[in-house]
């Protein structure tokens, strides 16, 4: 089992990269989103290629335009982890917000071949959750679980009550997917690491941003090669009152 734990403000790598970012969001974003409607313009203007060489000539530009997405999304993923954001705790029903992250996901992982089974417990009371940033979070988890699972499987999703240890819940999140590499396994969380062709690597830092720094909680996983991957997410009650 591989665990992750940070007290808030701790080893916070965002300090610096959140002045970077505000500059870099006005040095990209402009060109880009100029480069990304000219594209959409000389798409429209090749729409019907009249011969082989046109074909070619639009193929090229719809490359061009997935390569400018695939910017826009590492950009804007890049500005969410550096946005030091401060959470809005408010007493929530964590069983809801679960609930809540797996539906948006549900048709799809349907229309994949994923069964999602869910098993909460009823006895965990209200707690103080910012419940947006922990549907950022569980998404996050539930886009992993998917792309392990490239030929449909399983989705295991549990909640735990852990008041007779401490005062905490569980959030547990399990695929039957490829499992996690032996290489990848101590930089899972690091950022910019990606096991996936075109990942930011930055999903799972983010991850441990809102679960571990921002709500005081923590977070650790264990895999078997070509069985599937859990994942744990300890939350307190009372994280709102910690800070």
Not at 123 to 140: G, S
Request: glycine share 6%; aromatic share 6%.
């Amino acid at each position: 089992m591989v665990s992750v734990q940070e007290k808030a403000g701790e080893n916070d790598p965002r300090t610096d990269l959140s002045l970077l970012a505000r500059g870099l969001a006005h040095e990209i974003r402009n060109p880009l989103s100029t480069i990304s409607m000219n594209l959409q313009l000389l798409a429209e203007d090749w729409a019907a290629p009249a011969n082989p060489k046109e074909s070619r000539t639009i193929n090229r530009i719809r490359l061009i335009q997935n390569e400018a997405n695939r910017l826009e999304t590492i950009l804007s993923d890049f500005l969410r982890f550096t946005h030091a954001h401060q959470p809005a705790f408010a007493r929530q029903d964590l069983n809801d917000v679960v609930e809540e992250s797996l539906r948006f996901f549900e048709p799809r992982l349907a229309s994949k071949g994923i069964a999602v089974t869910k098993l909460f417990d009823p006895t965990i009371p209200e707690m103080d959750l910012d419940r947006d940033r922990l549907k950022q979070a569980f998404a996050n988890l539930i886009i992993n679980a998917e792309q392990a699972m490239e030929k449909g499987g399983g989705l295991f999703v549990r909640t735990v009550n852990r008041a007779a240890a401490a005062a905490a819940a569980e959030v547990q999140i399990i695929d039957t997917g490829a499992g996690v590499a032996d290489e990848a396994r101590d930089r899972l969380f690091d950022v910019y690491y990606s096991t996936k062709s075109g990942g930011a690597g930055l999903g799972l830092p983010l991850v441990k941003t809102i679960v571990c720094r921002e709500h005081g909680g923590a977070i650790s996983f264990d895999s078997e090669k070509g069985k599937g991957t859990r994942f744990v997410i300890t939350l307190p009650y009372d994280a709102g009152r910690r800070r």
